[in-house]
């Protein structure tokens, strides 16, 4: 199966622009960024680190691309694409977001 | 005539002087005085005009002290002077005078040149002046000053600071052309370029014009250039405010100015006339120095006594746009048959002129650019035999000598430490990228200093390129964008961005900006934007742990603590499970909080009277101390007094990186001060301050700084040096490499610190104060605010659910994280300091 139902998280103007929170769908913690018009939605696990903490990360732009850096040591992460900008063949899981009526929805994505 | 209604027109520096000149001395109260003032503020330090930008208020440019006996008009300005009748006339009234001192000063000359009327056309004379300008440069680009004297270059790096791309237009063919000859004129031009500023010389502005918004746009040359400018400040002098004497019928100076004689009496003898605006005998001066003496002949006189002006010191140093220029006696050599002595050199760019009698045994005056640190001594031996051989009197102090690019090999570069031109070659080839790191891996420069501009050459010429952007949203480094920031009252980061960077930002240069705008206190740090910029421990004013829990370290002042509030952290740490351990800096750390947990854990701590550690910040983290004095029987000083004050003082002090301290009770040291950011060791008579100790990943002991202080001298030293870090370091720069980064090294931050080279200590000292009474604790803060506390949840879908991945095993007896099955919790290596083979 790859996509499972979408889930409303929140609402939308809980998420401050910028900084992240965590949501926990069907018991996958998910991280949640609003960055100007944009929503993204990746694992909350940090590939490197081992620990539930990307949501706790700084959201900034690297050439470009919208990016989120890990707070345990600060490897970057295209938010689009999930790949990590600095360690070769490490990438952050993505999921899917949309806004619906001012709420956040999420749906889960298995392994791509 | 020795008493009665006296009215002051001015309320300026020199007539504020006055009025204090005459009322200390007027013991019998024969004066009843008014004084009328054209500003609604009162008397303030108008020579101190530009430290406005760098924060300073217009409260600390007060001069003005009430007094009950003098009658302050504000906003009320003299419009006539009925010499018949003796009465000043204002709009609300007239005031009757037996005496009249007129300090009206002078006014910002404005050239007749079409579109000095344009809205962003400014002079630079009166706090007004200034916050209009910072208003107007809010988004703009370009900026430019009329005129290259003292209060234009001024002007000229008060626009550059506020961001603007700045240049100025003299039309002489030098700058400062009433202080320096062209030579000096000519090493000033090549300091002021290389700072950003254009400079054009020599040639008149022959209009302005506006730009698309109707404000101004642009200056127009006479020689038909066109330079850009959406700002333009008009600093082409001054003139004498003499209107009043004027229409009052009173004679006036050959060049304006109200004409005084010696005992700066006008032709009427009821009328005086002080500072800038009188004419002393046929003499206006521009200067404070002069104008105070004008005002205390004019106290004296009315009192009774004969006193005459002194005549003028012209002699002037200064620092404009991180110069030294100083000028003194007969700077430009007019006096018949005199001999010029000049130095020029190119490499450390100081240019001095001295001008000798024409038998060479005499000083009659010079110029110094570039180094005036032979300025005290040249200015006291004006008109006497020379102290020394010229050349010995002008080559700088400590010189680095020619560019070190041109060295031979084998050339000792740092004598202390024997080390040549091919140690540091070697060491740059193998990977040294800057001066912190030829330092680490040659010893150059570690000892004084004086040659750390030549590793800077050296890597120059080899080079490596050095960079200062911080990342790539700011070409600028810290010490600029605190700058910025400061002067330009800039209070977010999508301000500073738009207006000088660009992109989005990123985990460098976000919380960089973050400690910013707290080290300028600008409120909490979870207000607002800020918020999105900090990295998470300051983001949950906790410690982030590698299994995704927070650690929390109450603050403990130099480590004394209750037996009270020692029971309060076990039952917290008891009730929470919290791993508990001592920490070095004589505090206790808990372990293993999860968000949701952090607001109960630290409700419970402020009510028994704990704040935050700031354990989580680039901020003060402790002041350790030995027990001192109370206990100890080798100990000299109360120890735990001192390192509980400095604490206290210094919380919450947001800094480039985390900054320790220590206080030992007597020279064992138990407090290991020197391996400390500042530590502070007693003395039989007082207190040694040691400054750039580290310990962590390149331990470094600490110099002494200075020796045998008083507890009020010590603060005040800590003070400067605290706040001089935040302000100059760069990002992540430990006290220690900030100061062996320093051009100078430890001598040079002395004379900032303690001599006051560069005129910074009264604002150094004011923004500590300003940190001193903003001060309130963060975390009690976040729990009078539900706005604030809604952060502190694991899930936003699910506030009442704890992080499952958050699990603890024991060990010896206390929660640890488990250990993950999959391995995938691996050490991160840090790249320790490798031998060099």
């Known amino acids: ?112 | 005539m020795s008493g009665g209604r006296l009215v002051v027109v001015g309320n300026g520096m020199v007539g504020q002087r006055f009025v204090e000149a005459l009322r200390a001395r007027d013991q019998e109260r024969r004066w009843r005085v008014t004084v009328l003032g054209e500003e609604r503020r009162p008397a303030y330090d108008r020579v101190r005009l530009s430290a406005f930008f760098d924060g300073v208020s217009a409260e600390d440019l007060n001069l003005h002290s009430p007094d009950d006996g003098v009658e302050l008009r504000l906003g009320e300005p003299a419009l006539a002077v009925d010499r018949a009748r003796r009465i000043v006339r204002t709009a609300s009234g007239e005031h009757p005078y037996d005496a009249l001192v007129l300090a009206t000063g002078s006014s910002a000359f404005v050239p007749p040149i079409d579109g000095t009327d344009l809205p962003g056309v400014f002079v630079y004379r009166t706090l007004d002046d200034l916050a209009a300008i910072r208003a107007h440069a809010a988004g703009r680009r370009t900026g430019a000053v009329i005129g290259g004297g003292l209060l234009g270059l001024e002007a000229a790096n008060a626009l550059r600071l506020l961001g603007l791309a700045t240049s100025v237009v003299e039309f002489a063919p030098r700058l400062m052309p009433v202080q320096v000859d062209e030579a000096g004129g000519a090493m000033l031009r090549r300091y002021v370029e290389e700072l950003g500023v254009t400079t054009y010389l020599g040639v008149a502005t022959s209009a302005l014009r506006p730009g698309p918004d109707g404000t101004v746009g642009a200056l127009e040359l006479a020689d038909g250039r066109t330079v850009g400018a959406d700002l333009v400040v008009v600093a082409a002098g001054i003139r004498p405010r003499d209107e009043l004497a004027r229409a009052a019928g009173l004679p006036l100076g050959p060049r304006g100015g109200v004409l005084v004689d010696a005992g700066c009496r006008t032709a009427d003898e009821r009328i005086w006339a002080v500072g800038e605006c009188a004419a002393v005998e046929g003499t206006c001066h521009g200067l404070v120095a002069p104008g105070y003496a004008t005002a205390e002949v004019v106290a004296d006189r009315l009192l009774g006594g004969a006193a005459t002006f002194p005549g003028a010191d012209t002699a002037t140093k200064l620092k404009l746009l991180g110069v030294d220029v100083a000028s003194f006696g007969d700077a430009h050599g007019v006096s018949p048959g005199c001999l010029d002595v000049t130095f020029t050199d190119p490499a450390t760019r100081a240019y001095a002129k001295l001008v000798l009698s024409d038998d060479a045994t005499t000083l009659l005056g010079g110029v110094l650019v570039g180094d005036a640190s032979a300025y005290p001594t040249l200015r006291a031996s004006v008109g006497g035999p020379l102290p020394a051989p010229p050349l010995a009197l002008l080559a700088p102090a400590g010189g680095a000598g020619a560019g070190a690019g041109a060295l031979p090999a084998a050339a000792q570069v740092c004598s202390c430490n024997a080390v040549t031109r091919a140690d540091l070659d070697a060491a740059i080839a193998g990977g040294a990228t800057d001066v912190p790191a030829l330092k680490a891996c040659t010893r150059a420069g570690t000892s004084c200093g004086s040659c750390v501009p030549m590793l800077k050459q050296l890597l120059d010429a080899a080079g490596v390129a050095q960079s200062r952007a911080l990342c790539e949203h700011f070409d600028t480094g810290r010490q600029e964008l605190f700058d910025i920031v400061r002067v330009r009252g800039i209070r977010t980061f999508s301000q500073l961005i738009a207006e000088h960077g660009r992109g989005r930002g990123c985990d460098i240069c976000k919380p960089v900006v973050a400690s910013i705008l707290a080290s300028l206190g600008t409120g909490h740090v979870l207000d607002g934007e800020q918020a999105s910029l900090q990295d998470t421990n300051d983001h949950f004013l906790a410690n982030l742990q590698r299994d995704g829990s927070y650690s929390v370290v109450p603050r403990i002042p130099g480590g004394e603590i209750t037996p009270e509030k020692l029971i309060v952290i076990g039952e917290v740490a008891r009730d929470f499970r919290l791993y508990t351990k001592i920490t070095g800096g004589q505090r206790i750390d808990l372990f293993g909080a999860r968000v949701e947990q952090l607001p109960q854990i630290w409700r419970r701590l402020v009510d028994a009277g704990f704040e935050s550690g700031h354990a989580y910040g680039k901020a003060l983290r402790t002041v350790k101390s030995c027990v001192g004095a109370t206990w100890c029987r080798y100990g000299v000083q109360d120890s735990v007094g001192l390192a509980v004050a400095l604490e206290l003082r210094y919380r919450g002090l947001r800094a480039p990186h985390k900054l320790k301290s220590a206080v030992s009770g007597c020279a064992r040291e138990c407090a290991e001060a020197r391996s400390k950011d500042f530590g502070v060791i007693a003395t039989e008579t007082g207190w040694n301050l040691y400054v750039g100790g580290n310990g962590g990943f390149r331990p470094r002991h600490a110099d002494l700084f200075a020796t045998d202080l008083s507890t009020e001298a010590l603060i005040q030293l800590i003070d400067r040096f605290l706040i001089y870090y935040i302000r100059t370091a760069d990002r992540l720069q430990r006290t220690a490499a900030w100061i062996e980064a320093m051009d100078g090294g430890l001598d040079h931050l002395r004379s900032v610190l303690v001599d006051d080279s560069l005129g910074l200590c009264a604002d150094l000292d004011a923004a500590m104060a300003r940190h001193v009474a903003g001060y309130s604790d963060e975390w009690r803060d976040v729990l009078e605010d539900p706005e604030r506390l809604r952060r502190f949840t694991s899930f936003v879908n699910a506030p009442d659910v704890p992080d499952p991945s958050i699990t603890f095993a024991v060990e010896r007896g206390q929660p640890v994280p488990t250990r993950g099955a999959d391995g995938r919790r691996q050490p991160v290596a840090l790249g320790l300091p490798g031998v060099r083979r």
């Open chain 1, 1 to 112: 199966m790859r996509t499972l139902d979408w889930t409303a998280v929140c609402p939308l103007d809980r998420l401050d622009p910028d900084r992240g929170v965590a949501a926990l769908v069907d018991g996958v913690q998910v991280a949640l960024f609003r960055t100007g018009d944009e929503l993204y939605a990746v694992d909350n696990l940090d590939p490197v680190g081992g620990a539930q903490v990307m949501s706790r990360g700084i959201v900034g732009s690297r050439g470009g691309l919208p990016t989120l850096a890990s707070p345990l040591h600060k490897q970057v992460y295209d938010l689009t694409t999930g790949r990590c900008l600095d360690l070769p063949d490490v990438a952050l899981r993505r999921h899917d977001v949309r806004c619906r009526d001012g709420l956040v929805e999420v749906r889960l994505r298995q392994e791509e």
